[in-house]
T-cell receptor
């Protein structure tokens, strides 16, 4: 099992460009999440999907949109990239439901916006 | 609002010395607390969760509701413990996590 996979691994964008970060999991998990990791700020939740067909905002949703394409896939879209969105993006998944369930993380996408 | 505080950005200890990574939280309900670890060039992964009351790789953490703390401890640090450690809290639905800012543990000879 690959677990949680993310594409691309690296991306450089110019201000104003758009792109979609892809995430897929093969663990049949109900819940999926997108985080951004910035130095000195830890990981912050952008959006999450508690179950297929639902999405909700996290702590820092501005400038992002998400799509839960099916149970396996959860994509993150930047419509008009800004330098403040330079970050490492992590996708994660879990069984959801109970709050003690472990989250499994992908390898991350390092995004630079010039 | 829920909040997790890790006061130390960097903790440097000698091999064999005790380790304590501090974590304090703020949450009005009954939280679930976790420690996640990120080794160099590896994915973020769960180290331990308070509900399991287990010791993983020699690390333990006890939830102290009175002091709202969940400090991570290990009696004797090893070189392979060098990593970034994140304390996290889950207090709502869908297992959403609130992370602290992380502490980098550096174990030197």
């Amino acid at each position: 099992n690959a677990g949680v996979t993310q594409t691309p691994k690296f991306q450089v964008l110019k201000t104003g460009q758009s792109m979609t970060l892809q995430c897929a999991q093969d663990m049949n998990h109900n819940s999926m999440y997108w985080y951004r990791q910035d130095p000195g700020m830890g990981l912050r939740l952008i959006y999450y999907s508690a179950s297929e067909g639902t999405t909700d905002k996290g702590e820092v949703p501005n400038g992002y949109n998400v799509s839960r394409l099916n149970k396996r896939e959860f994509s993150l879209r930047l419509e008009s990239a800004a330098p403040s969105q330079t970050s490492v993006y992590f996708c994660a998944s879990s069984d959801g439901g109970a709050s003690y369930n472990e989250q499994f993380f992908g390898p991350g996408t390092r995004l630079t916006v010039l | 609002a829920q909040r997790v505080t890790q006061p130390e950005k960097l903790l440097s200890v000698f091999k064999g010395a005790p380790v304590e990574l501090k974590c304090n939280y703020s949450y009005s309900g009954s939280p679930e607390l976790f420690w996640y670890v990120q080794y160099s060039r590896q994915r973020l992964q769960l180290l331990l969760r308070h509900i399991s009351r287990e010791s993983i790789k020699g690390f333990t953490a006890d939830l102290n509701k009175g002091e709202t703390s969940f400090h991570l401890k290990k009696p004797f640090a090893q070189e392979e413990d060098s990593a970034m450690y994140y304390c996290a809290l889950s207090g709502g639905t869908a297992s959403k996590l609130t992370f602290g800012t992380g502490t980098r543990l550096q174990v030197t000879l």
